[in-house]
């Protein structure tokens, strides 16, 4: 399949997740409260953080590691075999440690954490690292829908009260399961197992476990954040900061999007020694990123007020504050996302990622630490921005001798400004239409036309790789 096709599948269900949240989030926000929100999302990242345990560094290691072998059927056969004997045994390692967790530690999360098991038993047969090595993106595109969609029927058949939650946790995990198994079948005719040794399979460890060194990194700054927000501050400001950084993250997903197809590309080009090429891929890619998220963050910071208040009702007025810097993070993680998937991934430098994450770890809980408990979730939003900084200031400290960051931040600049005329031109328009629905609408049409005209402007001007690109791609 081309990526231009990949590239669809995986951008159309990010365009889907984000508009699946604007119809489930108001309706949960106003059933269950603040306090329910924030009850859930704790049980639900603790979860999280097992399932990350279990499947390792797979989406970035298994992903390269087929993509590189794909066209030899004997070693893919091999590689595939022997990645998921390493991948079973680490799972049922995680699955009796949850097991454990649920019997001795946890507390009033319980009853939700319990059939949240499921998410851990389903780490077994997750094979998306195979798929995506393949270019195999639309199993997963379609399965992550239908998952999606049978979780947010049960929110409105089921959910009643706080007390409902853990019907939506059982119904989230079953379709989570079922969905791993029925992508997996997808697999049948491309890959085919072969015995191979402990010690074949254990071999994989080690590179595998450095990566995922990276992935829990990150995760601290991006989930630990909400478990510190609850425990520290409590229940209602992390129900606040829930909701906040949910559609921050939902956004991120198109940055996932476009790094997610362009690893296995890049890692073939990367076997092929066709460096011109991936130069020529990482600036056209890097201008799209920054122009898309500065879009998204400065859109962000024209209707947050308004948003919050008309999305998830008065009660999270508060969560517009943190919505508008949180925005901002989305253009460090584009900037990182561009570099780490094109360039040092491919090239198997994955101490240079993990050293990246690290220290953006680190920077997030010591600021989380310092902060939240005078700022509360303002706090983690501050810790936050400083951790997704950190992540391509150290990129940039590696790479600086070999990459053009001047011309790469010069398109970070310019997407800021064009972001900065389009902010203006919506925060205007707020001052007379209504603070409704058809006047957030109408603020929404204006910001995207002014968007879409400024960025084609920018394009013809600098002459863009980017419009070269596509020029190419359609003659």
Partial sequence: MSTGKNTAYNVGYRVFSVLLPLVTAPFLSRTVGT???????????????????AMLGLENYGTRAIASVREDPDSLNRTFSAIWRMQQAVALAVLALWVGYLLLIADEEKPIAVPLTLMSVSCL??????????DKFRPIALRNTAVK????????????????????????ATATCV???????????????????????????????????????????????????????????????ENAEKIVYCLSGFISAVGTVMLPKISALQKKGETARIRRHLDATMQGIMLMTGSMAFGLA????????????????????????????LMFIGFANVIRTQWILPQERDRIVV??????????????????PSMKAMGAVVGTLLAEFTVPLVQFLHLRRELPYRELLFHALTASAAGAVMCTLVWLAGLILPATWPGLAVQVIIGLAAE????????????????????????
């Fill in 35 to 53: 306090a329910g929100v924030g009850l859930y999302s704790y049980a639900w990242n603790i979860s999280y953080f097992a399932c990350l345990a």
């Fill in 125 to 134: 047969f997750n094979l998306d690292w195979a798929l995506m090595g393949l």
């Fill in 149 to 172: 969609l049978v979780a947010a029927a049960c929110v409105f058949v089921f959910i009643r009260g706080p007390e409902d939650l853990w019907i939506y946790g059982f119904a989230w």
């Fill in 179 to 241: 969905g791993n198994l029925l992508s997996a079948l997808s697999l049948r005719g491309k890959v085919k197992l072969v015995r191979v040794s402990r010690a074949e399979a254990f071999r994989h460890l080690g590179p595998c476990s450095l990566l995922f060194v990276s992935v829990l990194a990150t995760s601290v700054y991006r989930v630990m954040d909400k478990v510190m927000v609850g425990a520290i501050a409590g229940m209602d400001e992390n129900g606040l900061y």
């Fill in 302 to 329: 024209a209707v947050a007020d308004r948003f919050c208040v008309l999305f998830y009702g008065e009660k999270f007025a508060g969560s517009a504050p943190l919505m508008v810097p949180l925005g901002f993070s």
């Fill in 355 to 372: 050293r990246s994450v690290c220290a953006g770890a680190v920077v997030n809980v010591i600021a989380n630490a310092l902060l939240i």
């Fill in 452 to 475: 879409g005209g400024l960025c084609l402007l920018l394009l013809r001007i600098t002459n863009s790789p980017l419009l070269r690109l596509v020029r190419r791609r359609l003659h």
